[in-house]
Structure formats: structure tokens, C-alpha cells
């Protein structure tokens, strides 16, 4: 496996004749030129129209919730498709449907060594190599927190060069940070714009630093809603994919948290942000990986409302609705946000995340026994 993603060392090269120097280094920075372009392909502000030969079959099995026939399809591509992208696309499509289907974390973690596989393969068009590294960076999110997805993301090179020990968090933003050094996505952008909005909230925080994420945050939102523009011009469709809710969700967290620090004119906007999600998502119940974002937004969205209009009705309507579908999970080994409860309760007890939920709690008596409910069950 490559230890990592880069070009040619050339300094070595030179040469006491000028004539000769300036003819050997002219056909050295062609032949770099020429391995960027096959190996990097080109930058997304200067590139064509490129949309990836994603399994259409594959994603509307798993958008109606069939993910038996999902599994099955890639099963099929794999043992049948001749090119090693397809096969790619194959395994990014379908890498957490097995997970929700079993509520296994092995599941989990055999999907995303498939996704490293994708990853390493040099003859995997870069662009879909770094389709499967977003979603490593958002794998222990993805896993309700679960310390051993934590532990399995950055066992290996390149992945451990950004583990940050002790701190998934801030490991996910600098594996997010690394992906846009390949090849610039809305998904990096907005893991990236994850980390630095939550910190704008720490006042702990020195007040230069506090300033220095700020900016950072309102930098690469302004990234992320470029290359999101520039994603669906070239791909329409993707308005319809859980990429484009995910992106969704965490704008509206990150506008929230602005709003929080702030003020105008974020204050006017996360709301409509959520709401206009929740709306969408109750369109989508079938896709079962998308509609786990609805718990996260309900959730959020109580506890940013509560925070910046200390508006308890409005925080207790969203967790009233929160409430009702938790009430509906029969099995939290298989629901990302049940998992995201109980390993908060069981892991990170003393932490903020866990803290919040609890002021939640104090606020909704219905959501409060919900959360009791899914903590006995378990996992």
C-alpha cells in the first residue's frame, strides 16, 4: 500500500551547464506536469463536466430501503465489472448499508477497510479515491461515536499522519483537510467548517483564537456552498443523494453555531435552515441512511433554538417530535443517533455532547424518556 499521495521529489536533479540545465529541467517539469494530470487529474476550477459512473441500480435499491438487493448488486458488480472504478463506486455506495442492517460494528469496520482498499489503488481515478476518503473522515460520526471505529480509521499511513490522539473530532478535520489537499470537495469543506464552528463556541478559548476560528469558519463555509454549486451543476442529481443532506445538516449546525457567537445575520438563517431539512427528510423515510439525519436535526435544532432565542416552546416542540421517533426505533444497534445516545452515556459521560442531551432532557419530560428507554435497551 502507498504510504502516501504525492508527486516526484526533483530536487536532486542539476547539472553545472546552464544550456543543459535549462533542457533537463524543462523536460523534468513536463514529465511532472504530465503525472499530475494523469495522477491528480485536474483542480475542480478548471476542469470539465466530471460525473462519476456511480451504479445508479445500486443507489435507488438503497434509497427505497431495499438494502438486501444494494448488498446484491455490489456482490454483482464486484465478481463482473471490468473497471476498477465501477467496482469503487460500488463499495462507496453500499460501505454503511450492511452496518445498518446488522448493527454489528465489525460490519462497520470490514466496510471501511474496503473504503482504504479504494483508497490506495492508485489506478482508481483520484476523484473517486477521495469519494471513499470523505466518508472515512466521517466514519466514527457515522458509527454513533464508537471508539473502536475511532481506533480502526487511523491504524495506517497516510490516515495515521492526521489522527489526533485522544481527539476524534479534530482527527476528522485534518483528515478532512487532507482530502481537499487531493481534490476539493463540499464534503471536506464542510467537515472541515464541523470542527472550526464548534470551537468559536468554547470560551475557554483566547480571544485571538477565538477570532482566528471564526474566520476560519466563515471561510470554508463560503468554500463548501462554492463547490456544492459547482457539484450539482455538473451532477443535477446530486440535490437528491444523502451527500447533499449531509452538506445540508451541517450548514445548518454551522450557521446555528455562528448565529450563537455572532449574531446577525446568522440568527436569521439556521432556523430555516433545519426547518426546510426536517421538511425534506420527512420525504425520505425509506432511505433509511438519509433519514438518520432527522434525529440529529431535531435534536440540534432544539438545542441551538433553546441557546440563541431561549425559546423553550420552540426547543419543546422539536424535541416532542424527537421524542415520537425515537419512541418508533425497535432496535438501537441499528439506528446511527440510538448508538450516538448510549455510547455518549457510556464513553463520553463527562463530555459536552452528553451535557447538552441532558439539558434537553430537562426541557422535554417526553424526550427524557425516550432516552431513558434507548439507554436500557442498549446496544
Known sequence: MPEDIHLPDTTSYATSARKMYSIFAAAI???????????????????QRWVPDTPIEIVNARRSGNLEEALRLRDEIRSTETTKERRALADINVWNVEFKMTGDINDKIEALND???????????????????????????????????????????????????????????????????LYPTSYAAIRVVRWYSEQILDKSLATSTREQYLEESKKYLTLADELIQKEISDEPEIVDSTRYIIYRYWRAMTLARLARAVGAPYDAQYREAFDSLIADL???????????????????????????????????????????????????????????????????????????????????????AAVDRIISVGI
Not at 517539469?29 to 476542469?47: E, N, V
Not at 473530532?169 to 483537510?177: C, F, G, I, V, Y
Not at 435534536?299 to 417530535?321: K, P, V, W
Open 29 to 47: 517539469l513536463a514529465i511532472i506536469a504530465g503525472f499530475a494530470y494523469f495522477y491528480f487529474q485536474l483542480s475542480p476550477d478548471t476542469a
Open 282 to 368: 420527512q420525504n425520505r423515510k425509506q432511505d433509511v441512511l438519509a433519514y438518520e439525519y432527522n434525529f440529529y436535526s431535531l435534536l440540534f435544532a432544539a438545542q441551538h433554538t433553546n441557546a440563541i432565542e431561549e425559546d423553550q416552546e420552540i426547543s419543546r416542540e422539536y424535541l416532542a417530535r424527537l421524542a415520537v421517533e425515537l419512541d418508533d426505533v425497535d432496535s438501537p444497534a441499528r439506528t446511527r443517533f440510538a448508538r450516538f445516545l448510549i455510547n455518549l452515556h457510556t464513553y463520553e459521560i463527562d463530555g459536552k455532547l452528553w451535557r447538552n442531551v441532558q439539558r434537553m432532557a430537562k426541557i422535554s419530560p417526553e424526550f427524557d
Open 115 to 181: 473504503l482504504k482498499e479504494v483508497f490506495w489503488d492508485p489506478e482508481v481515478d483520484v476523484r473517486v479515491r477521495v469519494m471513499a476518503l470523505n466518508q472515512m473522515s466521517s466514519a466514527f460520526c457515522g458509527s454513533g461515536r464508537d471508539p473502536a471505529v475511532f481506533e480502526a480509521i487511523y491504524q495506517e499511513r497516510p490516515f495515521s499522519k492526521y489522527l489526533a490522539p485522544g481527539d476524534p473530532d479534530l482527527s476528522a478535520k485534518n483528515l478532512a483537510e487532507y482530502s481537499l489537499s
